[in-house]
């Protein structure tokens, strides 16, 4: 009976902002085209939906988001091969760089790489936030990846090389589709953490190429229409959670550390 | 598991170091090289050696800002790491169901970091928030108030990362077996003891990483603390990142890149302490 109680108000505690949230993203919050304020209907998803910054931020996120995760899976696989099958010198240093980095805040780093990337002309473009997300997103890929193939048998990959296989071969037709699962969760945690990340997303899109957070915080001005606010971050949440939904044996996988 | 050895394996390593040289390695080598100058316009710098470092670490500011930040850090690690596996511990006996809530837990994660205070903010507007009568009534007052910032801030913090504990708390309670658990319970032991000497011991490794994700994260909090009051009133939330951010809006890049590099440093001796305590742990195992 307790612990139904203390669970009913942990659920209300986590919910009830976002229930608000959802309630106004209904809600007319801003009296325009003879809507009255207080009334209930689709209107603001209706507006965002036509207004052409807002449609090309969640064009500019989606594109961003693939460009790190493809980034992520084509450096991690080999990176998280090598850690699970070999030892070699500096392994163990390697682990220690890439735990740096995924704890490393990004505040600390935005400015350097403001300017760095600014050099290499990736200011502005969806391809420039994709790297630098890999900042936190490539560690957590080859620690996921890793544990999979790590559970995979050593005597897995030894069979393919006596029945001839190449390595690359090997990894390409056996391995990959062995851990599958794995990519998948890896894949699904560079989705979550580069479509909330904010600091970065913000420095490195001055003029154009802004994304959904960006855009969310530029809606804020003298006459928030607040209705217009939480649909837009309505419609933010929505991949995140069918993801979240999809993978959800998965969840303690995102946060693991190895040092 | 036996694995070959064999140095070769640093070229598999090869295309990730050459994204983290990119993102990690390139901005370190510049934000170090940023903090020895006095930077007019990029094209314009004049060496000024470790001025800007001592002046930061000559500054009370600095070391106000350091100890609203260990300050906030220990209160959202007490508040969060606790209540956490306190959920996770209500979660475990519903065998396969605990899943569900698991998912709870996390939809806070899975919000984009400048719409979690906003979304708070919206809770306790007098006018359109769920709570919004109920706080006023309270004389609750987040602008002016220091502790009602404090606790905003806090009450935020941890409504964003409790999942992460309870997810980590319930992954680590889950591995430890059930026998334990029985065997320990007909001895007599109570429901205290069993945690405290049967199942804490075996979530250590599990602890370890909250800690240092919690310690690191809660330590750097900028996006929320600024949505909430911008460090005010009088500067009673001003945090470290709060510091380095007001410094690069105001484009004074060399002080910001040597603040960023002692920020750096700070980070690095956290997670030289969590490597050091993980591998005293591991090695009786």
Redesign the interface.
Same mark, same amino acid.
């Given at each position: 009976m307790m612990r139904k109680l203390a669970l009913l108000a942990l659920a209300a505690f986590i919910l009830a902002p976002l229930v608000q949230a959802i309630i106004l993203s209904f809600t007319a919050t801003l009296a325009a085209d003879g809507n009255a304020v207080g009334s209930i209907g689709l209107m603001n998803y209706a507006n965002i939906l036509t207004t052409p910054e807002l449609q090309s931020a969640i064009l500019n996120s989606l594109a961003y988001v693939s460009v790190n995760i493809a980034l992520c899976l084509a450096c991690g696989l080999p990176a998280a091969y090598a850690l699970a099958r070999f030892n070699f010198v500096g392994d163990r240093h390697f682990l220690l760089l890439i735990l740096v980095f995924r704890v490393t805040p990004p505040v600390v780093l935005s400015l350097p790489i403001f300017i760095v990337f600014a050099q290499l002309g990736l200011v502005n473009s969806p391809i420039g936030i994709g790297i630098v997300h890999c900042l936190f997103n490539l560690p957590i890929t080859i620690w996921i990846l890793e544990s999979f193939i790590r559970a995979v048998p050593r005597e897995f990959d030894e069979t393919a090389f006596l029945d001839g296989h190449s390595r690359a071969g090997f990894f390409f037709r056996h391995l990959i589709p062995m851990i599958a699962p794995g990519i998948g969760v890896a894949a699904f945690f560079c989705f979550v953490f580069s479509w909330i990340e904010v600091v970065f997303a913000r420095m490195l899109t001055v003029t154009a190429g802004k994304p959904i957070t960006v855009a969310i915080s530029a809606m804020f001005g003298f006459q928030t229409d607040i209705g217009a606010v939480m649909a837009m971050t309505c419609l933010s949440l929505i991949p995140a959670v069918i993801l979240l939904f999809l993978l959800r044996n998965y969840l303690a996988k995102g946060f693991i550390l190895r040092s | 598991?036996?694995?070959?050895?064999?140095?070769?394996?640093?070229f598999?390593?090869?295309?990730?170091l050459?994204?983290?040289a990119?993102?990690?390695g390139?901005?370190?080598l @510049?934000?170090i090289n940023?903090g020895l100058h006095d930077i007019f316009t990029?094209s314009e710098t004049h060496w000024v050696g470790l001025q800007w470092f001592e002046d930061i670490l000559d500054s009370d500011r600095f070391w106000a800002s350091l100890g609203r930040s260990l300050l906030f850090s220990a209160l959202a690690l007490t508040i969060q790491v606790p209540l956490g596996i306190l959920?996770a511990k209500?979660?475990l006996?519903l065998g396969r169901r605990a899943?569900?809530?698991?998912?709870?837990?996390?939809?806070?994660?899975?919000?984009?970091?400048?719409?979690i205070a906003?979304?708070?903010l919206?809770?306790i507007q007098p006018q359109?928030?769920?709570?919004g009568g109920m706080v006023q009534a309270n004389g609750f007052d987040y602008k002016f108030n220091p502790v009602h910032t404090w606790v905003l801030i806090l009450f935020v913090d941890t409504?964003h990362w409790?999942?992460?504990v309870v997810?980590?708390a319930?992954?680590g309670l889950s591995s430890v077996p059930q026998p334990y658990r029985q065997a320990a319970a007909i001895d007599g032991a109570s429901r205290w003891a069993v945690f405290w000497y049967v199942e804490l011991p075996r979530i250590t490794h599990a602890l370890a990483?909250v800690f240092?994700?919690r310690c690191?994260?809660s330590l750097?909090i900028?996006?929320e603390a600024f949505a909430i009051n911008a460090g005010e009133p009088n500067d009673a939330t001003r945090f470290l990142?709060l510091d380095?951010?007001e410094e690069?809006k105001g484009f004074s890049?060399g002080q910001? @890149?040597a603040r960023?590099c002692i920020?750096?440093l700070i980070?690095?001796s956290?997670?030289w302490v969590?490597?050091i305590a993980?591998?005293e742990n591991r090695r009786p195992q």
């Open positions: - | 598991m036996e694995r070959w050895t064999d140095n070769r394996a640093w598999l390593l090869l295309p990730a050459v994204v983290l990119v993102v990690g390139l901005p370190l @510049a934000v940023y990029l959920v209500l979660l006996p899943v569900w809530g698991l998912v709870l837990c996390a939809l806070p994660l899975v919000v984009p970091f400048n719409m906003m979304l708070w919206g809770m359109i928030g769920l709570f409504w409790l999942g992460l997810i980590l319930y992954a990483i240092l994700l690191v994260d750097m900028y996006t990142s380095l951010g690069i890049y910001a @890149a960023a920020y750096f980070v690095l956290i997670v969590f490597v993980t591998r």
